[in-house]
């Protein structure tokens, strides 16, 4: 009988898959960087929220323990959305401040506690008063319009420098600095929008939380201030100062 013949033994170099799944494959590949191009553009125009988140992960504020008893437990996604808000209501402050040419007379900046905002008592009042000037009244305009139904807290804090005073209105320091922080407030509470009186604070400290140096007059001028707090956290179980 003769022998069948052998057959070829199969060759290496054939195709294992289809043609077209290399440049399937290759447009996949393709398409992959193109999305991550347009995620690391976007990150740029988003930086600052994620700076405000990061603030918020895990905890609902600086005093932990004690906003957990008021505020009760803050899931992630409630505590993105604050933070996202306080970040839109700081650009916004901002936004109008330079609008009005006030930019450089009033420092705000972003915290874990919220939005501050620190005026010097050379923008606010003439000395020894606590009568507010008409570029206090337009600072505490712009600030009013950014105070939303979502805010829990505004605290305002009045501060002096060293030098005694003593006039039939003001024996103190510590009656000159409540008053301005109630001047402030009842401006905000008179602003169309203003929240529910209870939800507002004003506390004077007189001379003795200053920020700088009561021995020279640059230090003494830094230290005579209102210094305002806007928060989505209510307020905490114990007085908290205001840190500038």
């Known amino acids: 009988m003769p022998r069948r013949p052998r057959r070829p033994p199969p060759e290496d170099d054939q195709p294992t898959a289809p043609f077209w799944m290399a440049t399937f494959s290759d447009m996949v590949t393709l398409l992959l960087a193109f999305f991550v191009m347009l995620v690391a553009m976007s990150e740029v125009e988003v930086k600052k929220f994620e700076e405000a988140l990061s603030y918020f992960h895990g905890h609902t504020g600086m005093l932990q323990n004690e906003m957990a ?7 992630p996604a409630t505590a993105e959305n604050q933070a996202v ?3 839109e209501r700081y650009e916004e402050l901002l936004e109008r401040l330079e609008e009005a040419g006030l930019s450089d007379a009033v420092e705000v900046s972003l915290t874990t506690e919220g939005v501050h905002v620190t005026m010097l008592d050379s923008v606010m009042f003439a000395s020894g008063t606590s009568a507010l000037l008409p570029d206090a009244e337009r600072v505490l305009a ?26 039939a209105t003001y024996p103190s320091n510590w009656e000159l600095s409540t008053a301005r922080a109630a001047s402030v407030v009842r401006f905000l509470l008179a602003h169309e929008g203003a929240l529910a009186p209870d939800r507002y604070r004003a506390a004077g400290y007189a001379e003795f939380r200053p920020r700088d140096s009561n021995a020279t007059a640059p230090g003494r001028a830094r ?13 905490p179980t114990s007085s908290t100062p205001i840190r500038p």
Do not use: F, K
């Open 142 to 167: 712009a600030l009013a319009a950014v105070v939303a139904p979502d805010v829990q807290s505004v605290s305002v804090e009045g501060h002096t420098d060293s030098v005694p005073i003593q006039t």
């Open 223 to 235: 230290n005579r201030r209102v210094t305002i707090l806007i928060s989505t956290v209510p307020w």
């Open 69 to 75: 008893l008021v505020a009760g437990p803050t899931t």
């Open 85 to 87: 808000q306080q970040a």
